[in-house]
Every structure is written in C-alpha cells, then in structure tokens.
C-alpha cells in the first residue's frame, strides 16, 4: 500500500509538472518540468523511471505495479485539467500528435535516451548531486525523447475526440515508449555490468 500511495504521489508530481510544460511548451516549461523528479526524489517517492534501473530480474512485477500508480496520479492530474482557463487540452493534443507521428519503433527507440538520462540523474541525486535533475529533465524534453509517465498525463489531458480517433495508434506507441524506457533505465548497468552506483 506504501509503494502504492507513493506511486501515485510520484504521478500526481508529474501531472503538476505537465500543467506547467503545456501551458509554455517552451524551454521555460522544459525546464519547470524538473520540479516533478526534484520532487520525487525529494520525497522518496516510486516513479517508473526512476525505479527501473535499479531493480533485480524478478521485481519486475513490482515495477509495473508503479507503473500503475504513477498513472492513477496522472490521471487524477489530467482530470484537474478540466477546470483550467488554459488550453491544456489542445496543447496536449497538438504535442501527441506529433508523437503518433513519429511512430511506435522511432518512439521506443527515442524513449531509450530519456531512461538513460532518468537513471543518470536519479544516480547523481542519491549522491547528493542535483544538478544533473535540473538539467537532464529539459534536455530530454527538448530532444523529444517520451517518458512514460509525463506521456500519460499528456494523453489523458488530451481531449476525448483525439482518443476515440487514435485508440489503436496511442496504445502501441505508448507500450513502445513504456518499454524503450525500461532499456534507456538500464543501458549503463547492461553496457557495463553494474549498477551505476
């Protein structure tokens, strides 16, 4: 249960960051998105990303059941959306198809670079170097690279019409970018044969 509010929390983080980028979608929001993974880590709370390349073989089970929360606190965000005098929603919309246009195996091979950005700055923060937090997170948002969790959040802000027309589409690209993630988390540890710690 733990695990589970903290999941969540760590979603809720991502959503209010999220609201942030989409009411800029400029490197100003790029880098007011770094609030979410300064939050946290901070806070000690399970994101995806920031799990999955420490995790042994058989937690993976564990790891989508953050996953899980991380997307209820998106949700929870999304829906929050609602009641904003911005734009979100259409600025969401115009961001995702962008994504869909890119395609689900360009997608996942994208989402690679920001889990290897992701693993490297929560690596640095337990140490208690921060700046690779404040950095990495804009630079993975200005290459284009998707994160799982924010892409949730983008997606369920996005109005009903964009989904009813892209169901298909939005599902095999976001499994694409959910597993390019895991890869880019571990690509260090993999490639070298350790953690990076």
Known sequence: ???????????????????????????????????ALITVVSYKL??????????????VPYLLYVLAGNLVGCFIMAMLTRCSPLELQASAQNLLEGRLAVGP??????????????????????????LPLLFGVPLFITCGFPH???????YM??????????????LIFYVSIVIGNFVGCNAYRWVMGSNPE
Do not use: Q
Not at 46 to 59: H, P, V
Not at 105 to 130: E, P, S, Y
Not at 157 to 170: N, Y
């Open 46 to 59: 399970k994101l995806y990303t920031g799990t999955a390349g420490f995790i042994k073989r058989n937690e």
């Open 148 to 154: 799982c969790a924010a892409d949730a959040f983008f």
């Open 157 to 170: 802000t996005a109005p009903l019409s964009f989904w009813s027309a892209h169901l298909g589409e939005i």
């Open 1 to 35: 249960m733990n695990t589970l509010k903290s999941s969540i929390m760590s979603g809720i983080a991502i959503g209010t960051a999220g609201i942030g980028f989409l009411a800029t979608r400029d490197i100003v929001g790029s880098v007011l998105f770094a609030f």
């Open 105 to 130: 195996l360009r997608g996942g091979l994208l989402a690679i670079g920001c889990g290897f950005i992701m693993t490297t700055a929560v690596t640095f923060a337990r140490k208690g170097n921060n």
